[in-house]
């Protein structure tokens, strides 16, 4: 579906496209809580604040900072910058142990994952070593 304007916030947008998914009325889930998913797709279009701590995100129309982008007390800020890769995840480079790896953000992800093939060769890691936990609900992935 096709809309012809859409505002989040005081941010609109034009012609942007929606997948609609079947309601409880049309054999899909019940999902009174839940109203969709905004994806990169169309946050692509803004800048981005996640604040995690006070669990609220900030959609800000893109240059519209002026270069003050921390505009609260922080003893420390990281500015990471964020690119989207050809499926549309959002990925950075990161250091894990002192080691450069590039990691995707995901804020649907329940878990925190490490890619086995990174695991063994960055980091050394014998899966089946004395001082690794073995963790049954993941060995079909293994």
């Known amino acids: 579906m096709k809309l012809p304007t859409i505002t989040l916030g005081t941010i609109r947008q034009e012609g942007v496209y929606f997948m609609v998914l079947p309601g409880a009325d049309d054999g899909?889930?019940?999902?009174e809580d839940f109203g969709g998913i905004l994806g990169t797709d169309?946050?692509?279009?803004?800048d981005v604040e996640m604040d995690f701590a006070a669990n609220k995100v900030n959609l800000i129309a893109p240059n519209q900072c002026?270069?003050?982008v921390?505009?609260?007390?922080?003893?420390?800020?990281?500015?990471v910058p964020i690119t989207l890769d050809r499926f549309g995840q959002l990925t950075f480079r990161m250091q894990l142990d002192g080691r450069r790896v590039t990691a995707m953000l995901d804020t649907g992800?329940?878990?925190?994952?490490?890619?086995l093939d990174t695991a063994r060769r960055t980091f050394r890691i014998d899966v089946d070593g004395p001082d690794v936990e073995n963790n049954r609900r993941i060995d079909r992935w293994l």
């Open 28 to 31: 899909g889930p019940s999902m």
């Open 42 to 46: 169309v946050l692509r279009n803004v």
């Open 66 to 68: 002026g270069g003050n």
């Open 70 to 79: 921390v505009h609260w007390q922080a003893p420390a800020v990281a500015v």
């Open 109 to 115: 992800a329940s878990n925190t994952v490490l890619n």
